[in-house]
């Protein structure tokens, strides 16, 4: 108790130029005063932020902080003023705790298990060809993006969910715009409102005629259409975007570390330590919120029930407490144990899927194309904004020798 505490003043809204991989270098600078800072939020809430790994592992398994989203009433760049906020529709899991949370989230478990993901590599695998055909053929050059990073995991997620392939183009616009944080709140709204309409018809659709999907398997247990139609956005949004930056982003990285490629493309065992280590050093879900629900002790200072605490991912991953050289992207790193896919009773549904799709479009990708490179200057690649949800790039300009 009684420590002196360093105090963050606003959140960062851009990353420093020329580190487009790193932590906003205030995150980086708080985690170096310690672990656990005050943060003071626009409305005028007295909050914390977690930039140290221990920590927020720990916030991260522990049911005294919610996830509740009608409790998240701060923002960290915007004063809702007295604005109340409704709890999170039926079947949006990601914004609940127990007993809810568990209702949704257990008949999912099942659908994603390492042994059932196993069993998707054949068709994970026909999948990335068929786009690297295509960007071959097309070359040679590519926004890697929409021939790359953004289909292969749009496919994929479509076919799990049985989503209509020619259907992905809309939803995952509209995705876009509600996870980009680069549109107006009324376009961000309708875009939402947009997907939950279309799911809520597919959902009617499975009904009348299902077919052999997750969506379907879940039509013989107690949940309502409401809820199913929830559950759908979550995964549907969750296996598309945060995979697509981090194929994407990924690749931008191992352009920017040629000794780095170099290694992968030799060695394609070392394919599953390389995605370990780029959901490390990239860690696109830069950061969570929880509420306390009754006065915690942490890292020596008490967070009072109602407290909002902001918990960095990005810095947690990169903390050289718990990693050797923690702002190297090394491929061979025997430290692992990252927070990507967080921790706890929320920790990533579909986290063996989405290293699945990594696995095997990584080394596919730098072997097909040996000699890729960007085809601008790496400071011209438009970055997504710190607002995003989810960090990565808007496009990726490539070329190789044809």
Same mark, same amino acid.
């Given at each position: 108790?009684?420590?002196?505490?360093?105090?963050?003043?606003?959140?960062?809204?851009?990353?420093?130029a020329g580190c487009p991989f790193d932590p906003p270098k205030e995150l980086i600078e708080a985690r170096e005063h310690g672990?656990?800072?005050?943060?003071?939020?626009?409305?005028?809430?007295?909050?914390?932020?977690?930039?140290?790994?221990?920590?927020?592992?720990?916030?991260?398994?522990?049911?005294?902080?919610?996830?509740?989203?009608?409790?998240?009433?701060?923002?960290?760049?915007?004063?809702?003023?007295?604005?109340?906020?409704?709890?999170?529709?039926?079947?949006?899991?990601?914004?609940?705790?127990?007993?809810?949370?568990?209702?949704?989230?257990?008949?999912?478990?099942?659908?994603?298990?390492?042994?059932?993901?196993?069993?998707?590599?054949?068709?994970?695998?026909?999948?990335?060809?068929?786009?690297?055909?295509?960007?071959?053929?097309?070359?040679?050059?590519?926004?890697?993006?929409?021939?790359?990073?953004?289909?292969?995991?749009?496919?994929?997620?479509?076919?799990?969910?049985?989503?209509?392939?020619?259907?992905?183009?809309?939803?995952?616009?509209?995705?876009?715009?509600?996870?980009?944080?680069?549109?107006?709140?009324?376009? +961000?709204? @309708?875009?939402?409102?947009? !997907?939950?309409?279309? /799911? $809520?018809?597919?959902?009617? &659709?499975?009904?009348? *005629? =299902?077919?052999?999907?997750?969506?379907?398997?879940?039509?013989?247990?107690?949940?309502?259409?409401?809820?199913?139609?929830?559950?759908?956005?979550?995964? +549907?949004? @969750?296996?598309?975007?945060? !995979?697509?930056?981090? /194929? $994407?982003?990924?690749?931008? &990285?191992?352009?920017? *570390? =040629?000794?780095?490629?170099?290694?992968?493309?030799?060695?394609?065992?070392?394919?599953?330590?390389?995605?370990?280590?780029?959901?490390?050093?990239?860690?696109?879900?830069?950061?969570?919120?929880?509420?306390?629900?009754?006065?915690v002790e942490l890292g020596g200072h008490i967070i009072t029930a109602g407290t909002t605490v902001i918990m960095s991912l990005?810095?947690?991953?990169?903390?050289?407490?718990?990693?050797?050289?923690?702002?190297?992207?090394?491929?061979?790193?025997?430290?692992?144990?990252?927070?990507?896919?967080?921790?706890?009773?929320?920790?990533?549904?579909?986290?063996?899927?989405?290293?699945?799709?990594?696995?095997?479009?990584?080394?596919?990708?730098?072997?097909?194309?040996?000699?890729?490179?960007?085809?601008?200057?790496?400071?011209?690649?438009?970055?997504?904004?710190?607002?995003?949800?989810?960090?990565?790039?808007?496009?990726?300009?490539?070329?190789?020798?044809?």
């Open positions: 108790m009684g420590k002196s505490l360093y105090t963050l003043a606003t959140m960062p809204t851009a990353r420093q672990p656990i800072s005050r943060f003071p939020f626009p409305d005028g809430h007295q909050g914390w932020l977690v930039t140290g790994y221990d920590l927020t592992r720990s916030i991260l398994a522990d049911p005294r902080f919610s996830s509740r989203r009608e409790l998240m009433r701060h923002h960290p760049t915007i004063d809702y003023g007295d604005i109340e906020v409704p709890p999170a529709p039926p079947g949006e899991f990601l914004l609940m705790d127990e007993p809810q949370h568990s209702r949704y989230r257990k008949p999912l478990v099942g659908k994603f298990t390492v042994r059932r993901m196993r069993l998707l590599t054949e068709r994970v695998e026909q999948i990335t060809a068929e786009h690297l055909d295509a960007m071959e053929k097309a070359g040679p050059s590519a926004d890697l993006v929409t021939a790359f990073a953004k289909p292969i995991p749009a496919v994929i997620i479509c076919e799990l969910l049985g989503v209509p392939y020619e259907d992905r183009g809309s939803f995952q616009d509209n995705i876009d715009k509600f996870l980009g944080g680069e549109v107006g709140d009324e376009e +961000l709204m @309708a875009a939402y409102l947009a !997907t939950q309409q279309y /799911l $809520a018809e597919l959902v009617a &659709a499975k009904r009348a *005629n =299902p077919t052999d999907d997750v969506l379907s398997d879940l039509l013989d247990s107690d949940l309502t259409d409401e809820e199913l139609k929830g559950m759908a956005l979550i995964l +549907l949004s @969750a296996g598309f975007d945060t !995979t697509a930056n981090m /194929l $994407a982003l990924g690749t931008f &990285a191992l352009l920017q *570390n =040629p000794e780095q490629f170099a290694a992968l493309r030799a060695d394609p065992g070392l394919a599953d330590q390389a995605v370990e280590e780029l959901l490390r050093y990239l860690s696109v879900a830069k950061q969570f919120y929880r509420v306390a629900l009754e006065d990005s810095t947690a991953n990169r903390d050289p407490e718990r990693f050797t050289d923690p702002h190297t992207l090394d491929l061979h790193r025997q430290d692992g144990g990252h927070l990507a896919f967080s921790h706890g009773i929320h920790q990533c549904l579909g986290q063996q899927l989405a290293r699945l799709e990594m696995r095997v479009a990584f080394p596919a990708l730098l072997n097909r194309f040996p000699t890729l490179r960007l085809a601008v200057p790496a400071e011209e690649v438009a970055l997504r904004p710190e607002t995003a949800d989810i960090y990565g790039v808007k496009s990726l300009p490539v070329t190789w020798d044809a």
